[in-house]
């Protein structure tokens, strides 16, 4: 998507005109000008936005405006894209957590049951299922909870596919890694928190602050255990 610059900008305009360096943003029932390449947070000015719709595409609020007139309205967290936006910021914060509380294991998050995400350990040297503890899961979330209390940026930023597959190989994210490694791109963009790496399905987050420390829990079940957010 190539957030950190123009070239991929969802409207296409991005063509000089009249207003020079100037792009319009039609935001709220009023058209502002701002220089080009303004973040869309800047463009907001609203705190309760966690993401933003540009031209009814939903984009980080780190995202750059380089298009010469467009439409700009918050992505609030009550919201479906809202939700959707928390819970990929979740699952990239528990992927930092695991790293932190147990790092020997790799963990795969499966797909959506309800509200929540099941997820899955296995030890790394042979492959077998690693069963979760109750203790597993508290040292877990105390540490996506001291994530949230830290503030830390979450940075997009494009690297070769070669580093975002060895640094992805920490975590386990085993799938995501074999499919970057057929990839014939030189570059993909991820996004960066306490040197690990994520690749987005859709936005995350600006800063891990802005994640609610009661939106999530982590609970057992079977030989996992589920991710579970709010609605």
């Given amino acids: 998507m190539g957030y950190d610059n123009g070239a991929d900008a ?128 508290a040292k877990m979330k105390s540490a996506m909870l001291k994530l949230i209390e830290e503030g830390l940026p979450m940075k997009y930023m494009n690297v070769s596919c070669k580093t975002a597959v060895e640094n992805l190989a920490q975590t386990g994210a085993g799938f995501t890694a074999g499919v970057l490694k057929e990839c014939n791109r030189s570059q993909i963009e991820i996004v960066e928190c306490k040197g690990l790496y994520h690749v987005p399905q859709v936005p995350l987050m600006a800063n891990t602050s802005m994640v609610p420390k009661d939106s999530f829990n982590l609970s057992l079940f079977k030989e996992g255990f589920f991710l579970e957010h709010f609605r």
């Fill in 10 to 137: 969802p409207n296409g305009k991005r063509q000089r005109t009249s207003l020079g360096e100037k792009t319009e943003v039609h935001h709220g029932g009023k058209v502002v000008e701002h220089p080009l390449g303004v973040t869309v947070k800047e463009a907001l000015a609203c705190d309760a936005a966690v993401a933003g719709r540009l031209d009814n595409v939903v984009v980080p609020l780190s995202h750059k405006i380089f298009g010469s007139e467009v439409t700009l309205e918050p992505v609030l967290l009550s919201s479906s894209a809202g939700i959707r936006t928390l819970v990929e910021t979740l699952k990239f914060m528990l992927k930092i957590a695991k790293q932190e509380t147990a790092s020997q294991l790799a963990m795969t998050v499966g797909k959506p049951i309800g509200s929540s995400y099941y997820c899955h350990f296995y030890d790394k040297t042979n492959g077998k299922t690693y069963k979760p503890t109750e203790d597993d899961l």
